[in-house]
């Protein structure tokens, strides 16, 4: 059931009919803002009314068409959501706590965009939920780790050892020849007791320095199998292991920005290196540990039974025991070690964050805060994992305690064998081998469940990337065009994935060679058009086009290959500045990227380092300015050479002085390409053939800075605010 069925059901509950032409339905939890005042409140929009249903039985409902917008006002652990009505007018429409953030923030953004596009509304789900039991999901192709089929994600991992299934093959016959030496061993150990420690005569010496060898042979002989074994076992277990990092990272570069952005970068880094850790300890050590137990268990138990079934039977009494405390807390330990996966996940999220912004960190002088957070994110790992161990502390012993039951039945069995003169002191040590050697599985194996969970968490993770569809996914037969630089949006509408229409009905064509200058409001949808050409998202409607073919039917690798970015906040990677250049074309000379540096005005900087082009940049390059890290970004694009040429606010965070001198070296990046340019100082677009203002979502106005002044619109006013701004700086 969905979370709207689910909602839908309640309404019905509280004798309540909800709307036939439902769009969307929804939850809050407080009643008139007041934190305390607690309800179960049920929303449910249609094209022209919303429905608020509070769980005392009260109604009401808010008139669409009369409303600018809605507004969600984010408080101290809690939000109130009010309505903007056309007459000025404001009211309060619902509240609810940090439960229900997500949930709420999805409908205000939904609605506000079928107030902006009511032709775009459909029907849609704003949470995601397991499709199975309907929980809530936190994102969008999650997995439900309690629906998840976990005996289908171990077959899949089986798949990822081919090519290494050999040295498996060797290292299980290895477990066999390991086990036939220890249950050789028992007999070896009863024939020297009854025919040499108990004999009635002394015995020579020469069988018995042999049989004392043999003890030594078997014990040196079963190291050395072990060790050969645990070779074998480690070359394929981490070869698995690595192919399946590999496979992670590769399916991580695969998806699409938005499948990528909507997990926090920790989260991502710990799937690659911390889950995969997990299965390379579980294939290494407990699975091929499992594997010589159940060899064991079995040669053990039949040497048992052969031997004497009834005493087999009292022996293999507790298992049922075992088996059943196992299943009654399998789903509580499944529970527990996913919310502590979940913990773990936060605070490598936070770990990376807080390096990553260290400099804002140490700026604001926040180091006591931030670790404070990352302290109180270990102290809920640590709780969650002393839970966890606290239960197994518990469970462990009760379980190891049944299953040793069977041994004191075995104390009083052999004991009256002995007394009786049915069993020798030799055959007894033999049989309470065998039977050690039988218990010594069944107590391992009762480690394994918790275990087994552990894994199974991280290869379902694993798999949910692995298996996650991209939203941009490649054409079937993609064609490799050579590109001219024609561009044609036509009736165009986008938004992401909280319902918010960004772009609407967007129709506009930029010819070979022309620059487009992109104007706007921040959030008008500038970013998200030029996004829209990179083709890091696809359109939801209408059709992108370049020399009037669909970006869709042109493959990601050729289409991106032809397109050169310089955007506001250059990234650098952490290296040499000509390792950074050179990043764009990997095989260009030394000359062709000293070049390209020259173009660019970077050249001249590059020089007056210690170390020119081989001077390291830092991570993120922070060890250069902003317009040093511009002048390689530019540099970086003009050695791809695209037909196409994006500048997002290239030179927002530069200074005056900084952005005249990049203004020449952005000219030659230009020449001959098409480019389409986004800059709030209006200044930089005066070479733009076209000026196409974005405003809401829709183009606003189009034509020549000229030919928009004289129309005294949005893009005037623009203008004569920076005009105003610059006079009083």
Not at 59 to 75: G, P
Not at 473 to 489: M, N, Q, R, T
Not at 585 to 611: M, N, S, Y
Request: charged letters at 20%; hydrophobic letters at 40%.
């Amino acid at each position: 059931m969905t979370k709207s069925e689910s909602l839908i059901a309640a309404l019905k509950n509280r004798g309540k009919t909800p709307p036939e032409d439902l769009l969307i339905a929804f939850s809050y939890n407080l009643r008139d803002g007041k934190r305390f005042s607690r309800t179960r409140g049920i929303g449910c929009a249609t094209h022209q009314r919303l429905y608020l249903y509070d769980e005392d039985g009260s109604e009401r409902q808010i008139d669409l068409t009369q409303a600018n917008e809605l507004r969600m006002e984010n408080l101290v652990g809690s939000y109130s959501v009010v309505c903007e009505n056309k007459d000025g007018t404001v009211d309060l429409l619902f509240s609810g706590d940090m439960r229900t953030h997500r949930e709420a923030a999805a409908a205000v953004g939904y609605i506000n965009s079928m107030l902006r596009a009511p032709d775009l509304a459909v029907r849609r789900e704003l949470v995601a939920v397991c499709p199975k039991c309907g929980r809530t999901l936190r994102r969008e192709g999650d997995v439900c780790l309690r629906c998840a089929n976990r005996v289908k994600s171990l077959r899949r991992l089986w798949g990822f050892t081919r090519g290494v299934r050999g040295y498996l093959a060797i290292g299980v016959l290895l477990f066999f020849v390991t086990s036939l030496i220890e249950l050789l061993a028992p007999y070896v150990q009863r024939v020297f007791v009854d025919d040499y420690v108990r004999a009635a005569t002394p015995p020579a010496l020469r069988p018995f320095v042999l049989i004392v060898l043999t003890m030594a042979g078997i014990t040196v002989l079963s190291v050395i199998v072990s060790v050969l074994r645990s070779v074998f076992i480690t070359i394929a277990g981490t070869t698995v292991v690595v192919n399946l990092r590999q496979l992670v990272f590769e399916k991580i570069h695969a998806l699409s920005l938005s499948g990528v952005t909507k997990r926090p970068t920790g989260e991502l880094i710990g799937r690659v290196t911390q889950d995969t850790n997990v299965l390379q300890q579980f294939l290494v050590s407990d699975l091929t540990n499992l594997a010589q137990q159940l060899i064991l268990l079995f040669g053990v138990g039949t040497i048992v039974v052969f031997y004497d079934w009834k005493l087999a039977l009292l022996v293999i009494v507790p298992v049922p025991f075992v088996v059943l405390f196992h299943r009654l807390f399998w789903n509580t330990m499944r529970r527990l070690w996913n919310k502590q996966w979940t913990f773990e996940r936060k605070s490598s999220t936070i770990l990376y964050d807080t390096y990553q912004g260290v400099r804002v960190v140490k700026s604001f002088g926040m180091e006591h805060r931030e670790i404070e957070r990352y302290n109180k994110a270990v102290d809920d790992q640590r709780d969650i994992s002393m839970k966890n161990e606290q239960i197994w502390a518990v469970i462990n012993p009760l379980i190891s305690l049944f299953a040793g039951l069977g041994e004191f039945f075995l104390l009083y069995y052999v004991g009256q064998k002995i007394l009786d003169g049915g069993m020798t002191l030799g055959e007894m040590t033999q049989f309470s081998s065998y039977v050690g050697l039988l218990y010594g599985p069944l107590r391992w194996m009762a480690m394994i469940p918790r275990r087994l969970v552990n894994a199974l968490t991280s290869v379902v993770k694993i798999f949910e990337i692995v298996d996650e569809k991209s939203d941009v996914p490649a054409s079937e037969h993609p064609v490799d065009l050579p590109i001219e630089g024609k561009i044609e949006f036509d009736d165009v509408s986008f938004g992401y994935n909280d319902g918010q229409t960004v772009l609407r009905h967007v129709s506009f064509s930029v010819q070979p060679g022309e620059m487009i200058g992109i104007v706007g409001k921040s959030g008008a949808g500038k970013s998200t058009l030029i996004n829209l050409v990179m083709r890091l998202y696809d359109a939801e409607n209408g059709t992108i086009r370049v020399d009037g073919v669909n970006i869709k039917d042109i493959s990601e690798e050729h289409l991106r290959s032809q397109i050169g970015v310089v955007l506001q906040e250059t990234f650098l990677f952490s290296g040499t500045i000509y390792d950074n250049i050179a990043y764009a074309k990997p095989t260009a000379t030394r000359d062709e990227v000293i070049r390209a540096a020259k173009a660019a005005g970077a050249h001249p900087f590059i020089l007056k380092l210690t170390d020119g082009y081989n001077t390291k940049v830092g991570e993120r390059g922070h060890t250069l300015s902003g317009g040093e890290r511009q002048r390689i970004a530019i540099a970086r694009a003009l050695l791809h050479d695209p037909k196409i040429l994006i500048l997002d606010e290239a030179t927002a965070s530069l200074d005056t002085e900084t952005e005249k001198q990049l203004q020449d070296a952005l000219l030659r990046l230009m020449e001959g390409r098409t480019t389409i340019a986004i800059a709030h100082r209006l200044s930089t677009l005066r070479n733009a053939n076209r000026l196409i203002v974005i405003d809401n979502g829709t183009i606003a106005e189009q034509g020549s800075h000229d030919q928009l002044m004289e129309a005294g619109g949005i893009y005037h006013g623009l203008v004569e605010a920076q005009r105003s701004m610059n006079q009083l700086s």
